[in-house]
């Protein structure tokens, strides 16, 4: 190995390249993954976590990289940070109001996304084509336009009454992927919306496309366990969504946000 880099893990950083491409973070800095693929490297959880939001040290953590008061008090881990229709931070106490103004009155976009197969999804203006690359989508459309997160819960959740709103995470890494034309999709969805919302549809978006650094993938995927099995050293095979892919397992760093680890490489 030669380099060893040791810090509090979060999500990879992303650039939307053709391929991808990956950082791992460590500590807030960014460490480039491109020269690992196909190297031996040795990924080891150092017995320590620390709330991503306020630092404290927590024998557990809870929503990908909270301490147990952070991920029940902070806005950002409302319910509707997965039922977007019921958002309510407008109607709360400060902290809720200020996260409305900054990350719920703000243009929404709702898409079409091909991952393990066609899924509906909303995300943050900003948060596009990171929202997109961080769940593995090798296609995706912008489908509509809408100025506050509520109303994207709304669409998102008629459309998903017809269509899948979650990722198989198996399918999408192994890529076995029956290839979409997503204009048709849009066109076959419109009607799904409810008719009070139909305004916010956008027909000129144009379809994105990903590809990502992947040299093979296991033929059964398992999921590693970083609490259960603390150290693993393996080939690094590839990279896609959240996950590293090796010799004959994956891990989803997203996961282990806020645990502290060493990688080796």
Request: glycine fraction near 6%; hydrophobic fraction near 35%.
């Amino acid at each position: 190995m030669s380099q060893s880099v040791s810090g509090q893990l979060r999500k990879m950083i992303v650039e939307a390249k053709d391929p991808v491409q990956y950082s791992l973070s460590l500590d807030g800095t960014a460490y480039p993954l491109a020269s690992c693929l196909g190297r031996r490297v040795t990924l080891k959880y150092l017995n320590k976590i620390t709330c991503i939001a306020c630092g404290r040290e927590t024998r557990k953590s809870y929503d990908q990289g909270y301490c147990f008061p952070c991920a029940r008090d902070l806005p950002e881990n409302a319910m509707c940070a997965v039922r977007p229709e019921k958002c309510q931070h407008e109607f709360g106490n400060e902290a809720d109001r200020e996260f409305w103004r900054t990350h719920c009155n703000v243009d929404h976009w709702v898409y079409l996304s091909l991952t393990s197969g066609v899924k509906v999804g909303i995300t943050r203006n900003f948060n596009i084509p990171t929202r997109w690359i961080d769940q593995g989508a090798v296609k995706a459309l912008v489908i509509a336009r809408v100025p506050q997160r509520i109303i994207a819960g709304q669409i998102e959740v008629e459309l998903a009454k017809k269509m899948p709103d979650k990722t198989n995470w198996r399918k999408m890494l192994k890529g076995e992927i029956e290839d979409v034309d997503l204009q048709a999709v849009r066109e076959q969805v419109l009607p799904w919306f409810p008719d009070a919302l139909r305004q916010f549809a956008l027909s000129g978006e144009a379809v994105q496309v990903f590809h990502y650094p992947v040299q093979s993938v296991p033929p059964k995927i398992s999921s590693h366990n970083l609490d259960k099995d603390p150290e693993f050293t393996q080939t690094l095979t590839g990279i896609k969504g959240q996950y590293l892919i090796f010799d004959d397992r994956v891990i989803n760093l997203r996961k282990y946000s806020g645990y502290h680890v060493q990688f080796a490489f």
